[in-house]
Every structure is written in structure tokens, then in C-alpha cells.
């Protein structure tokens, strides 16, 4: 990423190329930003996805402790 004099950053892919007389050269492509849309939909998407797996790992945790619990305690008599 390259910042310019106006602070706007711009992304750039450098290419290398090969010219008649055998020699390389070295030329820096600024990329488009026309995915920009489908990045912030993928990103909010794992956010939301990997909430949600997580959200259920925790209640299966207590779900789990929970039903052990009832296993190993000992019922009281009447109060």
C-alpha cells in the first residue's frame, strides 16, 4: 500500500515483464478496488458465522456440565 501527498492510500500489484532484447522490467499496476462490496459481505458473514459456532459451542459446554452435574449429585432429602 502506497500513501500518496493527499493521505489517499491506493493498492498496487507489481508486474514484472519481459521486453525483445531479454531484459526485465519492473512496472507497478494499481489495482481496482471493484471487490470492495463482496469483501465487506464476506467479512461481516464470517464475523456473524463464527459468532454463531461459538455461541453454540458455549451453551453445548454447559449443557454438557450441566447433565454431569445431575449425574454425580447426590439428591437431598426433603428440606
Excluded: P
Aim: aromatic share 16%; hydrophobic share 45%; proline share 0%.
Amino acid at each position: 500500500m502506497i500513501e500518496d501527498k493527499e493521505n489517499h492510500f491506493y493498492f498496487y500489484q507489481t508486474s514484472w515483464y519481459y521486453k525483445l532484447d531479454r531484459s526485465i522490467t519492473y512496472k507497478l499496476d494499481k489495482k481496482k478496488r471493484e471487490n470492495w462490496k463482496l469483501a465487506g459481505i464476506t467479512l461481516v458473514t464470517a464475523i456473524i458465522t463464527g459468532w454463531a459456532l461459538d455461541s453454540i459451542l458455549i451453551l453445548g459446554i454447559m449443557l454438557a456440565s450441566g447433565l454431569l452435574f445431575g449425574f454425580f449429585a447426590e439428591e437431598e432429602e426433603g428440606l
